[in-house]
């Protein structure tokens, strides 16, 4: 009997924390039914045409800017755009990403692993693994559509 009350009241006390934690602090709401990340929409090339310098100039390169699938996580719909001139990444920014403090640290560093790897083959982002996953498909969805 007499470590009965110990027991209990150190249980309670530890469980105190897990009842006041909470993890979503400052992140968008999102269905619920659908806590895997999944396709919602198909790519959408665009192109878009420049050349540099004037029509003699034999190193004119293209643009060509593409959108990446839009891809709906628990977390909110991440998707990109990438520009590209002739086959190398020249740029990538994100049309959508969820209003989330980790994403937004993890943006800068995925864009610039992106433009140091010119592929989708890139290490995702400590704290913010389901934008990063979302961010590599999207991605990965804009390359191939560039190539279509």
């Known amino acids: 009997m007499k470590r009965v009350i110990p027991v209990l009241v150190l249980s309670v006390a530890g469980l105190i924390p897990v009842w006041r934690y909470d993890p979503s602090i400052g992140t968008t709401t999102s269905s619920a039914s659908t806590p895997t990340t999944e396709a919602v929409s198909t790519p959408t090339p665009t192109a878009s045409s420049s050349s540099s ?62 433009l140091k790897a010119q592929s989708s083959k890139i290490d995702t982002v400590s704290g913010a693994t389901i934008t990063s996953d979302a961010y590599v498909q999207s991605l990965q969805a804009a390359i191939d559509a560039k190539g279509a």
């Open 53 to 114: 310098g004037s029509a003699s100039t034999p190193s004119a390169s293209t643009k060509k800017v593409v959108q990446g699938t839009a891809i709906n996580t628990s977390k909110g719909t991440v998707q990109v755009q990438v520009t590209f001139e002739g086959d190398k990444i020249s740029s990538v920014s994100m049309l959508q990403q969820p209003d989330h403090p980790q994403t937004t640290a993890a943006v800068p560093v995925l864009i610039e692993e992106t």
